[in-house]
């Protein structure tokens, strides 16, 4: 049969339409989908607590050094994780924050979203740099947060909200969501010991509307657990093993629909904690330490608020007695790392002889207290033989500068990453805004201090081809004491592994 020219021409449209449809699918990004579990150590993530984590590590790429962000705190780390910037950038500073604005008397409970909304009130600004879902929103792409965590941390991770959602119990933005979520999925559970109801709440949401009616191109699911149950029962225990079995079987859970969908292969699944875990041993008791060095306000009320490891004073910049605090500090064994503000422009010395500099803790920021404190901490194993111990109060938790605090969990999977690769270069939860960006096709943000980890995609260098630095910054001796920082460097960017200090009549545990 002989065609004519003008069937000859409609086939060739047809075929050159259905070949740009194809390029067009092949160059567009894949979803991304990060999982970030609450406090999960990386030695939590065995075939024996976590085969499906376990699992998917192996087949893609399991970052042995990653870090937190110090203060190793979630709400600190669920805003560096949406800015890819620390603390000197975002500024908010601790699970527990001062803000004199908004509660001049007491710290601010970062959990609660109404206390972060007083706060955005009093003083205009939660966050002082733009966010992942600002930057997605400007290409026309939605992030959904799905969260069973606390409303704080759900709030941040995605605040404000602009071409997205946050779905969390307490918290469900945009306003006019909340009815059809409620409807859909029941109301949010409440926290509980293992959480595992209010995780499968979130996941259910995610599979719900995630992969449903929002169609998320960027996604995050919060698991609250184990950190509530670490908390309260211990690092390692049997409850805290359990609930590390309920977690892997909501990942089990998401993989598998993925699967089911045709999903899988054209999703990168990004796994993450927000910080490390350590037993406490209780010695450390700020507040009272530092409680005889407040003078009354005219209201009556102390003028030192203690907020976590932050002293901070009401009055006029005073710094003798600055000094004098520090120096209390420094003698006793229970105190790990101080750090000041910068003695000079720039410098890692802090302005009290024997500090470091609150940069060196990428903390300096105009929200910043002139001490922050770290608890002591060491290597000793606990009853369940999980290695580091702090000397908080508490059964157990985070946010010092320890190892076992700052090292926390990184695993990713997927059609743009590596497969069965272990890397050794060091890495960040600030690097993973401007990894998904890239994996996105677009470009970080300026604000952004965190890297596009090169090294964990297909199209980039072998991991070990990259060139990683160390270094330990120093500070001067006083009163018998001395904190060292110990430091990565990879590309120009610095990573605080560990701080140690060293007293003279008393080593550092």
């Not at 946050?166 to 959480?195: C, D, K, Q, S, W």
Request: proline share 6%.
């Amino acid at each position: 049969m002989v065609m004519t020219s003008r069937r000859v021409w409609m086939l060739l449209a047809a075929v050159l339409s259905v070949l740009s449809l194809e390029r067009g699918a092949a160059q567009a990004p894949h979803a991304q989908l990060l999982l970030v579990m609450d406090g999960l150590r990386p030695d939590y993530v065995t075939p024996e607590l976590m085969p499906r984590l376990y699992a998917l590590s192996q087949r893609g790429v399991w970052f042995e050094e990653n870090h937190s962000v110090f203060p190793t705190v979630t709400r600190v780390n669920s805003s560096s994780l949406s800015t890819g910037a620390y603390p000197e950038t975002h500024g908010l500073l601790g699970n527990t924050i001062y803000s004199e604005r908004t509660f001049p008397t007491r710290g601010i409970n970062t959990s609660e979203w109404e206390q972060l909304d007083a706060m955005l009130k009093a003083e205009g600004r939660l966050l002082t740099a733009p966010t992942l879902g600002d930057a997605l929103q400007r290409a026309g792409k939605r992030f959904d947060v799905f969260s069973a965590g606390s409303s704080g941390s759900a709030m941040l991770l995605n605040h404000p909200v602009n071409n997205g959602a946050v779905i969390n119990p307490e918290y469900i933005r945009p306003a006019a969501l909340e009815a059809t979520v409620v409807a859909a999925l029941g109301p949010g559970p409440a926290e509980a010991v293992p959480n595992n109801v209010r995780t499968a709440w979130a996941v259910n949401a995610y599979l719900t509307f995630g992969l449903g009616e929002l169609h998320s191109d960027v996604a995050a699911i919060w698991f609250g657990d184990p950190d509530a149950t670490a908390h309260a029962q211990g690092v390692g225990t049997e409850t805290t093993r359990r609930a590390l079995h309920l977690i892997d079987e909501q990942i089990g859970r998401i993989e598998d629909t993925l699967r089911t969908r045709g999903l899988l292969d054209r999703t990168n699944i990004i796994v993450t904690s927000d910080h490390g875990f350590s037993t406490h041993t209780g010695e450390l008791k700020l507040a009272q330490l530092v409680a005889p060095f407040s003078k009354p306000m005219p209201d009556g009320t102390p003028d030192i608020v203690v907020t976590e490891g932050a002293i901070n004073i009401r009055t006029p910049r005073d710094p003798a007695r600055i000094a004098a605090i520090v120096a209390m500090l420094q003698q006793r064994p229970e105190v790990g790392a101080i750090f000041t503000r910068a003695a000079s422009p720039g410098a890692l010395q802090g302005a009290v002889p024997g500090t470091l500099s609150l940069s060196v803790a990428r903390g300096d920021h105009a929200r910043a207290t002139d001490i922050l404190v770290s608890a002591n901490w060491n290597a000793e194993t606990n009853a369940a033989g999980f290695p580091g111990k702090t000397t908080q109060a508490g059964v157990a938790g985070h946010g010092t500068s320890s190892r076992y605090d700052i090292h926390n969990t990184l695993i990713a999977v997927g059609p743009d990453v590596r497969e069965r690769t272990r890397s050794r270069v060091p890495t960040s939860n600030v690097d993973i805004a401007p990894t998904i960006l890239k994996l996105m096709g677009l470009e970080p943000l300026p604000s952004m201090a965190g890297r596009a980890i090169d090294e964990a995609l297909r199209s980039g260098p072998a991991p070990a081809s990259v060139a990683v630095t160390t270094r330990e910054v120093k500070s001067t001796r006083a009163n018998g004491y001395e904190v060292s920082a110990h430091l990565s460097t990879v590309a120009g960017h610095d990573y605080l592994d560990f701080t140690e200090v060293t007293r003279a009549a008393n080593a550092a545990r």
